[in-house]
């Protein structure tokens, strides 16, 4: 027992290194991204790690700033004038997410079809990817906590990715190839995985550090100096004057409370749909207690609020991350907290070395196994009920945004339930017919008036003169709607001179089992 414990205790520190090294620029990027001060995002990644952590029952998941939330907040901020009076809408949105947990609001996750989350996580992989390759090439305009396709300067993705070619920097985009390398010799080797302390991140970050100082001490031209493409944490004395606590009297400000309900559905949503996407993800395929999620965050979300932290969410980026550097239990989120903490405060000037360049190469292979080509294969191989929601999931949210993406991938997932549900109302032999055959409608378990319009069609379409049996022995529901269809048919029939055998039909229904035809039907299904 003590022996496993310790072999996921080592695996745990190792992959909240990574994590903390990925958090650190998305914390950093959250913040400025929003309009609020950059030590907001270390404080609410520091929370969402330590308090979250502690609370939640998810074993892999971690919880930060999030990017979905930056236009929210940008526009909040705004409107309410000041970030102290935002800090107290943060409190309000947890506490209202406590009160959601209790109310058991998380069994909403179950209602988010398999092929929409695994839309949603290829699609962030495919996000990073491109939000991260202008950072490899040292194009460091657009922040790294932006996820948005149009982003904050009024370009798309695209436009920033294309324009980055123009601005390559031969010394950043070094730096990312020898540590995309380093990154996937760390997995191929195999004596190189056994070495669990020394996680292939940390590897590249430190040579990356090294290597970019030899630059500036030959005074090459390789050597990354822009404080643009370095981690640009604040100074102690900058943290000090930046550090911010709530205006506690905006609790009574009407705007505050629609902020923060909004704030609240939205990081509640964010959260669900990436836990589930986590559980998914997680190799030992545990479940989370979703309502305990929610006030996790809850708790996270006003403490971090009281602190002058920004609103947080369970993030896919940093769980992914994590997942896939081998944490196994929720210490590694707890230590990746930690470590954002102990190191924000202790070796600043050490973090400020760091070129992005090599932080996105971490980014990319995390990228990489989120939307790999094997991910679209299977679910292409799945069938195109699951492929096409799968696929318009992608699109929608590398497109527009998260929330909007999943909403329309729902869309779609509904629309194919429905296509599927016209099919499976009830069966029908669309063979040709001969004279004196017997068509046989047999009614599924449920019609309902979603079936309307597909039972209509079909009974249009019975040939004059002919024999036909409407079944509905099998069935417990039958819609109104569909009740009034086929009482309109039983009139249309004697004028098309169809021989119609009703059976099974319950009294409630109001419609008349034809009596004389039971007989008939026994004899006429035996010959079919």
Known sequence: MNKDLFSNLRGDLSSGLVVFLVALPLCLGIAL??????????????IGGIVVGFFSNSNLSVSGPAAGLTAIILTAITDLGSFQIFLVTVILAGCIQIVLGYLKAGALSNYFPTSVIEGMLAAIGIIIILKQIPHAFGHDVDNEGDFFFIEKSGHNTFDTLIESINYIHLGALLIAILSIIILVSWEKI???????????????VVLSIVLNELFKASGSPLAVVNKSHLVNLPSFTEIQEGFSLPEVSAFLNPKVWTVAITIAIVASIETLL?????????????FTNTNKELRAQGIGNVISGFLGGLPMTSVVVR?????NSGGKTKMATIFHGVLLLLCVLAIPSVLNRIPLAALAAVLLMVGYKLAKPSVFIHLWKSGRTRFIPFFVTVIAVVGIDLLKGVAIGLFASILFLLYEN?????????ENYEEGDVITIKLAQEVSFLNKAAIKKTLSQIPEESKLIIDASLTTYIDFDVQEVIKDFVEA?????????LVGFKEHYNIKNSQSGRVDIDKEVNKL
């Open 33 to 46: 991204a929003s309009g609020a001060p950059l030590f907001s995002g270390i404080i609410s990644g520091v």
């Open 190 to 204: 195999a004596f190189l995985r056994k070495i669990k302390l020394l996680p292939g991140a940390l590897v590249v």
């Open 274 to 286: 990436c836990i589930e996407a986590t559980d998914k993800l997680d190799p030992w395929k545990r």
């Open 319 to 323: 769980s992914s991350a994590n997942i």
């Open 422 to 430: 016209l099919k499976v109302a009830y069966s029908f032999n669309k």
């Open 493 to 501: 029939a004697e004028n098309k001179e169809i021989e119609l055998t």
